[in-house]
T-cell receptor, first 116, second 111 residues
C-alpha cells in the first residue's frame, strides 16, 4: 500500500541551527502539507503546497519556515534558525485531489525535532 | 475560526465493551471530517472519512456519524479490544483541505 515517508525520524539540533525535514508523498498525489504537534498539544496545520507554490499557510508558518519540492518526489520543510519552541513532531501529508469531495489525507510517521 | 473539541479526554473500559467517542466543531461549513488513530510517538492512521454530504461511514468494528447542522460527529467502536488502545483524533476539513484537529480521546481497553 502506498505511503508517505519521512526522514529523519528523529533529529536533535542546537538552537539557531538550520534543519531540513524531508518527505516523499504518495506518488500520484498533488497536494502536500506540513503539520506539527508539540508534545501534549493538538496537531496544527502549518502549510499546504500545490503546483510548486504555497497555497495556504498558518500564522505559525513565519519567515523562519520554508517549503520546497526540489524534484519530482521530495517535499521539504526548512527551519532556518531553530528555536526551543520549534521542538515538536512534524508530519507530512498528501492528498490526491481536493475537488468537490476532497479525499482522504494520508500522513507520514512524523519527524521528531528536538531543539536544545 | 474553526474549533474542534473532543469528549472525553480519556476513557478506560474493559475489553468487549462498546463505546462512543464524541467530537464537536463550531463552524458547520465543512468539506469533510476524518477520524484518525495515533499510537504513542507515532504518526496518524486514517480510520474513516465522512464527506459533508454523508451521514455515516463504517469500517469493520468502527462506525462514524456526522451531523453537520449540529456540529457533531461520533465514533462508535464495537466490541473493544486491547489493541484498540490509542489516542483517537477527530479532524474537520475546511477550505483548501486544511484539517483542524481536536485534542483527542486517549482510549485504554483493559484485558
Amino acid at each position: 500500500e502506498p505511503e508517505v515517508t519521512q526522514t529523519p525520524s528523529h533529529q536533535v539540533t542546537q538552537m539557531g541551527q538550520e534543519v531540513i525535514l524531508r518527505c516523499v508523498p504518495i506518488s500520484n498525489h498533488l497536494y502536500f502539507y506540513w503539520y506539527r504537534q508539540i508534545l501534549g498539544q493538538k496537531v496544527e496545520f502549518l502549510v499546504s503546497f500545490y503546483n510548486n507554490e504555497i497555497s495556504e499557510k498558518s500564522e505559525i508558518f513565519d519567515d523562519q519556515f520554508s517549503v520546497e519540492r526540489p524534484d519530482g518526489s521530495n517535499f521539504t520543510l526548512k527551519i532556518r534558525s531553530t528555536k526551543l519552541e520549534d521542538s515538536a513532531m512534524y508530519f507530512c501529508a498528501s492528498i490526491r485531489d481536493r475537488g468537490g469531495s476532497p479525499g482522504e489525507l494520508f500522513f507520514g510517521e512524523g519527524s521528531r525535532l528536538t531543539v536544545l | 475560526k474553526q474549533e474542534v473539541t473532543q469528549i472525553p479526554a480519556a476513557l478506560s473500559v474493559p475489553e468487549g465493551e462498546n463505546l462512543v467517542l464524541n467530537c464537536s466543531f463550531t463552524d458547520s461549513a465543512i468539506y469533510n471530517l476524518q477520524w484518525f488513530r495515533q499510537d504513542p510517538g507515532k504518526g496518524l492512521t486514517s480510520l474513516l472519512l465522512i464527506q459533508s454530504s454523508q451521514r455515516e461511514q463504517t469500517s469493520g468494528r468502527l462506525n462514524a456519524s456526522l451531523d453537520k447542522s449540529s456540529g457533531r460527529s461520533t465514533l462508535y467502536i464495537a466490541a473493544s479490544q486491547p489493541g484498540d488502545s490509542a489516542t483517537y483524533l477527530c479532524a474537520v476539513g475546511s477550505s483548501g483541505s486544511r484539517l483542524t484537529f481536536g485534542e483527542g480521546t486517549q482510549l485504554t481497553v483493559n484485558p
